[in-house]
Each structure stands twice: as C-alpha cells, then as structure tokens.
C-alpha cells in the first residue's frame, strides 16, 4: 500500500511501552469471561441496491431488527481461549523499535483512509461519523473490557469505543498464520473499525442486549454474521482506498490471505466445535471480503438478510 507521507490519524493512542500491571481492578482473569462483548447484530435491511450508502442511514433510522449470535468474548480477530493458536514467544520476535516505529505510522495512515471512508458513508446518509480511538500497546494494557495483552489478538471494545492492536500480533499474523503483507496488517485494522461502525449503527448494542436470552448456538451464528459483515466492511474500505491509487501490486491478494488464514476452521485445523464458530470459515470471509471489496458498496454488505449467511 502507498501510505508513506500520507497523512495519520490523530486518534491514535500510542501506550507502547507502558506496561499496566495487573491491578487497576480487573485482575489476569478479566478478559477470561467476555469481556468484550461483541455486540450484537442488527439487521441491516436489504434491497435498495441503487445506494448502497443508503442502506446505512435506514438501518440506523429504522432503528434495526435484530437477531442475534454471537458471542466471542474478545470479538477478536484470531479467536481465543481453547481455540486460539499457540502464542509466538515474543523473545523470538525479530522486531525492534524501529520496525514498530514504522508500524505504527502505517496505523495511522490505515486509520485516516478508514475515517475518510466512513465520515463520507455517513455524511451521505447525514449523520456524523464519530471515529474511535485506536490504542498500541505492548505487552498489556487495561481496556473497558477488561486486561487486554499479547494473546488478545487485536479487537474492538464497545466499553470505551476503541480498539486495540499489540504491534507484535502483526509478527504473528506473518509468521504463524502465513499472512504477510502490510495490506493483511490494514484488512486487520479495517475490520476492527467495523466493527465500530456496527457499533454507530447499533448492531453491536442490540447484540448485546439480546444476548442473554439466546442459547450459545444462536449467540454463534450471530457473531458469525457480525464478524462476516465487518470483513465485508474491510472490502469496501479496500475498494475506497483503491480508488485513491494507493493499492499495489498484491495487496488484494495479502487481504484476502489474510481473510483465509483466520477463518475458524484454519484457525482450529478443521476440527471447529460448533461452540468455536463464531467468525466463520475461511471460504466465509473471503467471500465477504470479496463482496464489499468488488461492490464498495456497504448495502451489500447485509449478512443479516434471509440466507445470505
Ligand atoms: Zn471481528
């Protein structure tokens, strides 16, 4: 991607190198029990293919349907607990502060392209994008859902509306799940920013408030249609800064590798337990992925609709 010079984002909240310890009330177990309540699903109604960007702004008006899934504690991109994948030793990590230096520019370049995307998307449908907050960290760091380190993977916390990314899960996405390639590390992020669109546009609050009533099986399918929606919404970011000219040669194919190696069942070798399902398999993503990346149309990114998952 060509993000060299271009402008950052300045809400990005560098807490690299300081280290929170375990107090400041959570204690180690604080992200055991889903802290992260990925939120739940609305229904974004579909049809109205003319604008897809008008979808948005009646979902949020009409104030949404619902049904909901999923569950995933973190709402982590990678997965966690029994299913995450073993954990790189960061002592055989390669990266030095410089190599996290640039990383983190890329962030905030990432990040700026994602807040053009969506101020516009909104502004179309007149409301008001409000951008989250992105935080690096190293090591550990405390969010409002709870203690976040090197093995939550990167996630969005609807607590406080941000989202966080430990630098050296990129090392892992190269290395571990075959993932290199500095667009792979900017689907990662643009996925997280969707899910704080969902959040804007109440998907993931009503996921929330309906999740108690739903069996574990229900909560699953729904994360899953939550999770498939965000990466469809990575598409259409892809697509947006593609027609800025800024995609190389490859790209596509890093994002939607990406896409492939952290389905559930890569991520679970095949054996996914149906209890694991919560961010579909790896042909799901790639295919919604796909669908806003070809479309760069939000409205078709409808996960909620009859049979679309
Ligand atoms: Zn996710």
């Known amino acids: 991607m060509k993000w060299r010079g271009r402008e950052r984002s300045s809400n990005i909240e560098d807490r690299r190198g300081t280290t929170v310890g375990g107090g400041g009330g959570f204690g180690r177990g604080g992200l055991g029990y889903n802290p992260f309540g990925s939120g739940g699903g609305f229904r974004i109604p579909s049809g109205g ?3 897809g960007l008008g979808l948005l702004g009646t979902l949020v008006a009409i104030g949404i349907i619902l049904v909901l899934m999923g569950i995933n504690p973190l709402d982590l991109l990678t997965g966690t607990g029994p299913t995450a994948p073993t954990q790189v030793s960061t002592s055989q990590l390669p990266s030095t502060n410089a190599t996290e230096d640039e990383l983190a520019q890329f962030v905030g370049v990432v990040v700026k392209e994602t807040e053009n995307l969506w101020g516009e998307v909104f502004k179309q449908n007149n409301l008001t994008y409000e951008p989250p907050k992105v935080v690096l960290f190293s090591e550990q760091t405390t969010s409002a859902c709870g203690i976040a380190d090197a093995s939550s993977g990167p996630f969005y916390c609807p607590n406080d509306q941000k989202v966080y990314i430990d630098l050296s899960f990129y090392e892992q996405l190269r290395r571990q799940f075959g993932a290199p390639g500095d667009f792979a590390q900017a689907y990662v992020i643009a996925h997280e920013i969707g899910h704080h669109v969902q959040q804007l546009t109440g998907v993931l609050p009503e996921f929330n408030r309906m999740r108690p009533q739903l069996s574990q099986g229900d909560q699953n399918a729904y994360s899953v249609k939550v999770e498939l929606q ?76 009859s049979g679309a998952v």
């Open 49 to 51: 293919r003319s604008s």
């Open 230 to 305: 965000a990466d469809c919404y990575a598409g259409v970011w892809a697509n947006y800064v593609n027609q800025e000219k800024l995609l190389d040669q490859g790209d596509i194919e890093e994002a939607i590798n990406a896409a492939n190696a952290i389905g559930d069942d890569m991520l679970t070798r095949g054996t996914v337990q149906p209890r694991n399902f919560t961010h579909g398999t790896s042909a799901q993503r790639m295919a919604w992925l796909k669908r806003g990346l070809e479309s760069g149309d939000v409205g078709q990114c409808d996960t909620f609709a």
